[in-house]
């Protein structure tokens, strides 16, 4: 089967800093997402990542604070930038597989905490 | 009113019993609904996804849907121990899936 894979697993950063999350899938894809889980919370969407272009985002993310880039059909990067402990969060990359409909499959997330 | 609601439990049942996980949304439009499975430090695991009204079985679990009702749920048969999870509702809306708030499974041995 399938594997999504996210760099790093977890992190531990400075307030006012950035961090780079990788995810990486071993099959071609056609559509890939970033979602936020903050603690005892569900997932919110962040944004779709669009291949060669600029992402989608939901009301309430920006580029500027999570920009995204998506260089080919099976790599995405999600950054979070100037950090504040409100940024500490699980962050999942979710894909669909091409061949399927609408199901999406979650990598194993980034676990980020703020200090 | 949330786009989609389930009870947040947590759910106890007996080992060997059904649990029974409900599950509201708001967009009549919605065609596509999927639950998730997510332990405890772990990401959400896709375990079932209905289309079409009605029933639709995978080995334990049977996923529900009635459009009319806007309501999707989920059977677990003969549950066990290793059951014991938040289980996610999400809805497909434009594309975009709207998760639930999840409700927490407790199945006591």
């Known amino acids: 089967s399938a594997v999504i894979s996210q760099k790093p697993s977890r992190d531990i950063c400075q307030r006012g800093t950035s961090l780079t999350i990788q995810c990486q899938v071993d099959s071609q894809v056609t559509m890939m997402f970033w979602y936020r889980q903050q603690p005892g919370q569900s997932l919110t969407l962040i944004a779709t990542a669009n291949q060669g272009s600029e992402a989608t985002y939901e009301s309430g993310f920006v580029i500027d604070k999570f920009p995204i880039s998506r260089p080919n059909l099976t790599f995405s990067t999600l950054t979070v930038s100037n950090m504040s402990p409100e940024d500490s969060s699980i962050y999942l990359c979710?894909?669909?597989?091409?061949?399927?409909?609408?199901?999406?499959?979650f990598g194993p997330g980034t676990r980020l905490t703020v200090t | 009113q949330k786009e989609v609601e389930q009870n947040s439990g947590p759910l106890s049942v007996p080992e060997g019993a059904i649990a029974s996980l409900n599950c509201t949304y708001s967009d009549r439009g919605s065609q596509s609904f999927f639950w998730y499975r997510q332990y405890s430090g772990k990401s959400p695991e896709l375990i079932m996804f209905?289309?079409?009204?009605g029933d639709k079985e995978d080995g334990r679990f049977t996923a529900q849907l009635n459009k009319a009702s806007q309501y999707v749920s989920l059977l677990i048969r003969d549950s066990q121990p290793s059951d014991s999870a938040t289980y996610l509702c999400?809805?497909?809306?434009?594309?975009?899936?709207?998760f639930g708030q999840g409700t927490e499974l407790s199945v006591k041995p």
């Open positions: 209905i289309y079409s009204n």
């Open positions: 999400a809805v497909n809306q434009g594309g975009k899936l709207i």
């Open positions: 979710s894909v669909i597989f091409q061949g399927t409909a609408y199901e999406q499959y």
